[in-house]
T-cell receptor
Framework: KAGVTQTPRYLIKTRGQQVTLSCSPI?????VSWYQQTPGQGLQFLFE???????NKGNFPGRFSGRQFSNSRSEMNVSTLELGDSALYLC??????????????FGPGTRLTVL | TQLLEQSPQFLSIQEGENLTVYCNSS?????LQWYRQEPGEGPVLLVT?????EVKKLKRLTFQFGDARKDSSLHITAAQPGDTGLYLC????????????FGPGTSLSVIP
């Protein structure tokens, strides 16, 4: 079974631009979560999507947004990029079964550099 | 605010040595996961512990969940260079969905 895939793997943008990152979950997984990872802040939760709806959100500004499609694939968008947005953006998928803990499986990440 | 702390933050040891890393919180978790992450890659799930006091072994790695389900430890026996990486613990709190909190990680370097 294929793992979580993320595209692109690397991205270089300049301040003020916007960017869209893509994540394809493991087949059958219905939940997709996004994280930002930086050396100083560690892994920080951005948001989670389930059945095309955002059901959990972290403490990030409105410049960070996302969506999920009917096939569970998800995209994340960052508008008006700032230097501090440079990070590894990770996507994780899970089965989202009710009543039990659903382990998250991570993709390789997208390394975003803002110049 | 729920927080997970990990110690030590950095660890550099010689091949063949043993080590233990710790994950602590004041919160009670329904389960706890350990991940290993290599540079430029996503975290890879190593184990999930669910029951207080539970011990799981994965080859040279031993994971323990505290009795009160607030802390966990990871012990590596006879470390190898391939064990090098960032070890992350993540605590899950069961609500209507899975709320997961990640620790800051322990960066392990095993020197040949």
């Amino acid at each position: 079974k294929a793992g979580v895939t993320q595209t692109p793997r690397y991205l270089i943008k300049t301040r003020g631009q916007q960017v869209t990152l893509s994540c394809s979950p493991i087949s059958g997984h219905r939940s997709v979560s996004w994280y930002q990872q930086t050396p100083g802040q560690g892994l920080q939760f951005l948001f989670e999507y389930f059945s095309e709806t955002q059901r959990n959100k972290g403490n990030f500004p409105g410049r960070f947004s996302g969506r999920q499609f009917s096939n569970s694939r998800s995209e994340m968008n960052v508008s008006t990029l700032e230097l501090g947005d440079s990070a590894l953006y990770l996507c994780a998928s899970s089965l989202a079964r009710s009543g039990v803990y659903n382990e998250q499986f991570f993709g390789p990440g997208t390394r975003l550099t803002v110049l | 605010t729920q927080l997970l702390e990990q110690s030590p933050q950095f660890l550099s040891i010689q091949e063949g040595e043993n080590l233990t890393v710790y994950c602590n919180s004041s919160s009670v978790f329904s389960s706890l996961q350990w991940y290993r992450q290599e540079p430029g890659e996503g975290p890879v799930l190593l184990v999930t512990v669910v029951t207080g006091g539970e011990v799981k072994k994965l080859k040279r790695l031993t994971f323990q969940f505290g009795d009160a389900r607030k802390d966990s430890s990871l012990h590596i026996t006879a470390a190898q260079p391939g064990d090098t990486g960032l070890y992350l613990c993540a605590g899950a709190i069961k609500t209507s969905y899975d709320k997961v909190i990640f620790g800051p990680g322990t960066s392990l370097s095993v020197i040949p």
